[in-house]
């Protein structure tokens, strides 16, 4: 078993930042690819970010590309994610997950949730 607690949501004006942890607990975390989701009211849950055991491999989606990055501390059993120049279509609950079979982009792929976290980025 894997528990994960995100942390560090908030509200923030469009433009803004926000950094987003995840800190796990239980099985051994530097095993598992991390990836981050989230979900929007009325819309299904869509991936955000992933990063591989190592920190070595980074993806995201297309939507926050060069305004979201992805780093993990494995020694603190902790993943961030930094999102900059926020705009108002980020606002979501924002969800990390734990993976231990090498998906990346599906939510089928990963083992593991947090309860999510609640960012709203105002106009």
């Known amino acids: 078993q894997v528990q994960l607690v995100e942390s560090g949501g908030g509200l923030v004006q469009a433009g803004g930042s926000l950094r987003l942890s995840c800190a796990a607990s239980?099985?051994?975390?530097?095993?598992?690819?991390m990836g981050w989701f989230r979900q929007a009211p009325g819309k299904e849950r869509e991936f955000v970010a992933a990063?591989?055991?190592?920190?070595?491999?980074?993806y995201f989606a297309d939507s926050v590309k060069g305004r979201f990055t992805i780093s993990r501390d494995n020694a603190k059993n902790t993943v961030y994610l930094q999102m900059s120049s926020l705009k108002p279509e980020d606002t979501a609950v924002y969800f990390c997950?734990?993976?231990?079979?090498?998906?990346?982009?599906?939510?089928?792929?990963?083992?593991?949730w947090g309860q999510g976290t609640q960012v709203t980025v105002s106009s």
């Open positions: 997950a734990a993976d231990l079979r090498g998906g990346i982009y599906s939510t089928q792929d990963y083992d593991y």
């Open positions: 239980g099985r051994t975390f530097s095993n598992y690819g």
């Open positions: 990063i591989s055991w190592s920190g070595g491999s980074t």
